[in-house]
């Protein structure tokens, strides 16, 4: 039902079902995550996406990039067009109308549809607990209409809404902390995953998926387009996210326990990570150089504050 | 198996009631629904009918109406029979997804207890709602009275789920005056009317992993116009469909239904066009007033969407002055209805049309009684002995203050 993938020749073979024709920018991390989701599951799995960059480039008609069952209603509901096709699940098998394998329910929402325009919807289907699995693909910003805050873009990135001017040094607020609040919804699994550390994302897509119950992954989806940097660079710069804790992996069982999954060996300054990206350019100007003090302190503070929750088992 | 509910040969249901069991007669594979008023009772008494097992289906309870009917696009798209309930703000909010679930061609049954929108918010019956969502690509069938309500619930299903159409379907009852007013109701039973609605069987259901289906793709300017205009080409001929289901219906039941339906036309001179329980009202007052000397009658669609400009055309013709009735405010225009009257009447060739009225009325459930419709049709008798409107063309009913009138 689910697969390990062992290693990357063995994931690089395994994407039949999501075509490599897709209007992906080169160098997209969201195609990476997809094709780790479909190689997971080997049994019957349908998919559901919301409005957005994904939406907009695997399935414009006559054409799909999807060889699985694939549907898109709006910006807001993928979450619970899934939902939908669960309960339709569950009442055909109950009426004995449906006879296969137990299929898998996945949505698919970028941070705009999951951490916004959508997250009513999420929430319903969380508390009202369908067996579906919702992945965020966290790009950090409205990609699909152009580089627009999102209230995932971290402090000081400079968008197509909040740019860099003489008087702002860009998004003034900080990243929402959406893991806590889905895992407030008592979801029996949350998890933060990196394509860059892709043992990690698989195992823990795996387990979101395996777990009966509502499951939340937020993948972090690195955007050359709008993080401005150069399309061979997306790994690096995942690295940089996950190295500098600006993007720490863990995962949250049941709503309470907190568990580290990745300790880097070298936890590397905050602005090595910030440097490498054109939306943060502006910030290394010495007017705004408390803001990268500020980012580096709500950075440590927040991996002291994981680390608390990890020893505590709460 | 759900157990079998044992009715009486009358029930007394209320409008609400009337659509709750035929709901559950249809055996809906999932419901999902937010309850508002009017419908709310609706989405009760089918929590009942789950909680009792009457109901074998998934009944799930969303966040909003948005989420209803995104829920039931899902389950739709999944590959089996659903439904749901709304009414004004709620139905407002689903608008969105109402569109899509059309455009997927995921034939859907909603029922929509007509009710007026906000501002300023009133919970009462009126046609706003329906107006509102008129242009979504649904088929849109008016009933009158409870019993209505429940034999266009069971044919709804027929329509919608009819390989010809595949098009979601709206039953409209009003709002109160439907929805909460017990009458006698003649049910089929559970069987009978189970089998007259017939096992739904989906063109490609999700669920169908041997042949992956993709629903809700984009289509720019290359094939969207296509995909919208198929939707419109079978919506305008899916009255062939629905007449047929009409004449089904009958056979079972001998309860004649029609697309354009009219009452005491055969002489009549002049006649009030309207929706709804207005119908039932107008039959009285037309009854009334032909002991005053006036041909009168009243002619009512059954059908509102595809609208049957060519039938109605031809219908009222030949009467001397037509009142068409909007129960809603058209905000900056004539009423809806009474566009859509008069482009009927361009439909036919080389006919002197009547002398046509907009009222406006009901806004907020505002009462409209027997006196206001003698009254018009005393205008309207007034209209066809000069051969041209005696007052302005639209006028408003029951408003307080001064008296407003346009065109």
Known sequence: ?314 | MPNVMELQEVEVWDGNMAASHALRQAQIDVVAAYPITPSTPIVQNYGSFVSNGYIDGEFVLVESEHAAMSGCVGAAAAGGRVATATSSQGFALMIEVLYQASGMRLPIVLNLVNRALASPLNIHGDHSDMYLGRDAGWINLNTCNPQEAYDFNLMAFRIAEDMAVRIPTIVNQDGFLCSHTAQNVRPLSDEVAYNFIGDYQSKNPLLDFDKPATYGAQAEEDWHFEHKAQLHNTLMHSDIAIQKVFDEFFDLTARRYNIVETYDTKDAEVVIFALGTTVESARVAAKNVRELGIKAGVVTIRVFRPFPYVKLGEILKDFKAVAIMDKSLPAGAMGALFNEVAASLYQVQDSKHPVLSNYIYGLGERDLTQVDLVKIYQELDANAKAAKLTHPTQQFIGLRGPKLSFC
């Open chain 1, 1 to 314: 039902m689910v697969n390990e993938v062992k290693n990357l020749k063995q994931f690089s073979k395994s994407a039949e079902k999501f075509e490599g024709a897709h209007l992906l920018c080169p160098g997209c991390a969201h195609g990476m995550i997809i094709r780790e989701v479909l190689n997971v599951v080997d049994g019957p799995l349908v998919l559901g996406n919301s409005t957005g960059c994904v939406e907009v480039s695997t399935a414009v008609y006559p054409y799909t990039s999807w060889d699985v069952p694939w549907i898109h209603i709006g910006f807001e509901n993928g979450s619970t067009a899934v939902a939908g096709v669960e309960a339709m699940y569950r009442a055909l098998a109950k009426k004995g109308k449906y006879n296969g394998q137990r299929p898998k329910f996945v949505a698919f929402g970028g941070d705009g549809s999951t951490y916004d325009i959508g997250f009513q919807w999420i929430s319903g289907c969380f508390e009202r607990g369908h067996d579906m699995t919702y992945i965020c693909l966290d790009n950090e910003v409205y990609a699909n209409t152009g580089g627009q805050r999102s209230s995932s873009t971290p402090i000081g990135a400079s968008t197509s809404t909040t740019p860099a001017g003489k008087v702002s040094y860009g998004k003034k607020e900080r990243k929402k902390d959406i893991l806590f609040v889905m895992a407030a919804h008592g979801s029996p699994y949350v998890a933060q995953v990196a394509p860059n550390k892709w043992k990690d994302m698989n195992k823990k897509i795996k387990q979101a998926i395996e777990t009966e119950g509502p499951t939340f992954i937020n993948a972090m989806s690195a955007c050359t387009t709008e993080w401005k940097f150069d399309s061979n660079q997306t790994v690096e710069v995942s690295d940089l996210a996950v190295d500098s804790l600006v993007f720490p992996l863990f995962e949250i069982i049941n709503g309470v326990e907190v568990r580290i999954t990745y300790r880097p060996k070298n936890i590397i300054p905050v602005r090595d990570y910030l440097g490498a990206q054109g939306r943060f350019k502006h910030l290394f100007k010495p007017e705004n150089e408390y803001i990268l003090e500020q980012f580096q302190k709500n950075v440590n503070d927040r991996w002291e504050y994981l680390q608390r929750r990890e020893e505590a088992k709460v």
